[in-house]
């Protein structure tokens, strides 16, 4: 089944990028300082769009202090750029996708911004630099970078020429919040001021930018890459030049393949085709089949005859075509289908924490799309037996975690790690079905952070959007399969052996266990995957990081606990919003003694916490 919208022989001519664009110029602020050149630059970035781009001037959105109404509506709509317009346009204009793989959206800011309460804002004609009026005032970036992703664009570029003289007392400007799955180009480092350029009429970074578009021959800036190091040291002329003080241009770039993504198809080498083309054969050897779609699209873009990447793609379909466009189901694979496999390490310590073996392992799992580049694996975990709980004479153990009991369970799926806060935005992005989820709740960003500061009811939520996305039932993991998942066929109090240390968990590292040495006390998450071990499934940070929410209602023992992998009810509390319900694992901010295999806590079903967060499962029927 081929979804052909690739521009090859007779057809090259009917499919083309689609290729859009916002420019927004803002001069005359109500509660700001005025800027003299902001409507003039975006004015110029619209012209070189339709102009020179090739871009279609319907499909090129202009807001200024002095534009004229955009007309893509039934009733024409005023376009200065005020809160009440720009909020209006992103929520109505992105409510549904209308680009697709291999097509473009541009978004040019030209104006202040400002960085308040560790989220950066575009501040708009009718905005407020006050500490209590910013947030209801002026556009996080964030909120416009969820917007522009919903066009369904694979290629999103926002380009940011924000000024921000005398907005704060600490000169702090935008910059320092990444936005995830984009392309970002800022004028200037979060510590530095955009300044214009009275003799150019025009900001010295957007005058460098069209000055580099403009470059024809082998020096062209025909990619993210060659653009990003020709503005790095250009605006730094210009300010020389013109007597400015120092103004650093960045770019923050992900995925990282597309620093060589081709942005002036017209322009672009035979060299760039071949980096662009090792990019696509790599995502589609790590099994990253949307990206490597997106990336052969890019290229037939460029080379519409290309035989290679014309086969990949047949070959990329032909293999798993559900897989494909962001958003869309991931194939079910049957239990006994052959599935690929990933090496790990394994390290066991002895009591005094000092490593005694390291091997390496490898282990079978899944990966599922979540859109945007976003993946979610899921580790297969065998079928197998256990003894649940601690034993009288384990070193901490209590009554919660007793009597220890045999349960046996069929295989499953477990995430690989903790969910992220990457992977937590895809899936808020999609559809409510019982609540709302906030995109970014967490206290210590990162992308490949784990999510924190959510409760058990909104992971509930995400299994469900998870599962009504994939077809697959999508839930959290149960209290025995977490703890048999977590032990990995080891007795010892860790999955490590008889202790752990900080330089294999995060933990509060000066309270120690037997007898470990003292250790570091990190205080805040640390990205998943980061201590490079994995226990003998598969799975890493296991102990530490963050507790993980189960699907089990609190239980004060083990009496009358379920023998398989059953979720151990509680019926009078079930639906009782403060209930208790089971956390496991440990955190960053517990001693070794919490983070044990065996260790029972509880928390309520509201309950958001900095250090609390969850991975899930998954069984294949």
């Known amino acids: 089944m081929l979804r052909l919208r690739v521009r090859s022989n007779s057809s090259s001519n009917e499919k083309m990028a689609k290729n859009w664009a916002i420019c927004i110029g ?11 050149f902001a409507v ?23 807001f200024t202090d002095n534009s004229p109404p955009i007309a893509d509506a039934s009733k024409p709509y005023p376009s200065q750029p005020n809160y009440a317009t720009l909020i209006r346009f992103l929520n109505n204009r992105f409510k549904k996708p209308f680009l697709a793989a291999g097509d473009n959206l541009w978004f040019f800011f030209r104006g202040h911004g400002l960085r308040h309460a560790e989220r950066d804002y575009l501040m708009l004609s009718d905005s407020s630099a006050d500490a209590e009026l910013i947030e209801r005032t002026a556009i996080p970036l964030s909120y416009v970078t969820e917007r522009l992703r919903l066009c369904g664009a694979d290629n999103v570029l926002i380009v940011q020429d924000a000024c921000r003289d005398k907005l704060s007392a600490k000169g702090l400007g935008i910059g320092e919040e990444h936005q995830a799955g984009v392309i970002t180009f800022a004028s200037c480092s979060p510590a530095e001021r ?17 000055e580099s578009l403009r470059l024809q021959g082998e020096g062209n800036c025909a990619t993210v890459d060659r653009l990003y190091q020709r503005l790095r040291y250009r605006v730094a002329e210009i300010n020389q030049q013109y007597k400015k003080p120092r103004q650093t241009p960045y770019a923050i770039v992900e995925p990282a393949t597309k620093y060589h993504l081709i942005l002036l198809p017209k322009q672009a080498t035979a060299r760039d085709i071949d980096a662009l083309k090792m990019d696509a054969q790599e995502a589609e050897l790590e099994r990253d089949l949307s990206l490597a779609e997106q990336l052969w699209i890019r290229i037939l873009a460029v080379s519409p005859a290309d035989i290679q990447a014309l086969k990949a793609l047949r070959r990329i379909w032909g293999q798993s075509p559900s897989q494909i466009t962001d958003r869309s189901p991931s194939p079910s694979p049957s239990k006994s289908a052959a599935l690929p496999t990933f090496e790990f390490e394994v390290v066991s310590v002895d009591a005094k924490g000092k490593e005694v073996k390291r091997e390496k392992r490898r282990a079978e799992y899944i990966s599922e799309n979540l859109g945007n580049g976003v993946t979610l694996e899921m580790v297969s975990i065998p079928a197998g037996s256990f003894v649940m709980g601690s034993s009288d004479n384990d070193i901490d153990s209590v009554t919660k975690a ?3 009991h045999e349960v046996s369970l069929q295989s499953f799926f477990m995430g690989k790690y903790p969910i992220t806060q990457a992977q937590w935005r895809a899936v808020a992005e999609m559809s409510k079905i019982n609540r709302e989820l906030k995109l970014e709740p967490s206290t210590f960003k990162g992308e490949n952070r784990p999510i924190e500061q959510v409760s058990w009811l909104e992971a509930i939520e995400f299994c469900s959007r998870i599962s009504q996305h994939t077809g697959r039932e999508y839930r959290l993991p149960s209290e025995a399969e977490w703890e048999y998942a977590c032990r990995a066929g080891t007795t010892t109090p860790f999955h490590f052996g008889e202790t752990i240390t900080p330089k294999l ?15 570091e006390y990190r205080a805040r998450t640390t990205d998943v995957g980061s ?7 598969g799975l890493y940070d296991m102990h530490g990081n963050v507790w ?23 019926v009078k509390n079930y639906k009782v919003p403060e209930a208790g319900k089971m956390l496991r694992g440990g955190s960053w901010l517990n001693y ?15 309950d958001r916490l900095d250090f609390i967060g969850f991975r899930i499962v998954c069984v294949l029927k």
């Open 531 to 537: 201590f490079k071990v994995a226990n003998t499934f």
């Open 505 to 519: 968990v995060n933990y509060d590292g000066n309270y120690l266990y037997g007898d470990a040495p003292k250790g």
């Open 402 to 404: 007793r009597p220890q």
């Open 26 to 36: 803002i001069n005359e602020y109500h509660n700001l300082p005025s800027l003299n």
């Open 592 to 606: 070794a003694s919490y983070c044990r295999s065996a260790y029972r806590f509880s928390g309520g079903a509201q």
């Open 40 to 62: 003039r630059d975006a004015e110029k970035m619209r012209d070189w769009f339709v102009d020179e781009a090739g871009f279609e001037k319907d499909h090129v959105y202009l």
């Open 548 to 570: 993980e929410w189960c699907a089990d209602d609190w239980h004060d023992n083990y009496e009358g606990a379920p023998t398989d992998s059953s979720i151990w009810v509680n």
């Open 194 to 210: 955009s300044y214009e350029i009275e003799a150019l009429q025009q900001g010295a970074f957007t005058y460098a930018l069209l």
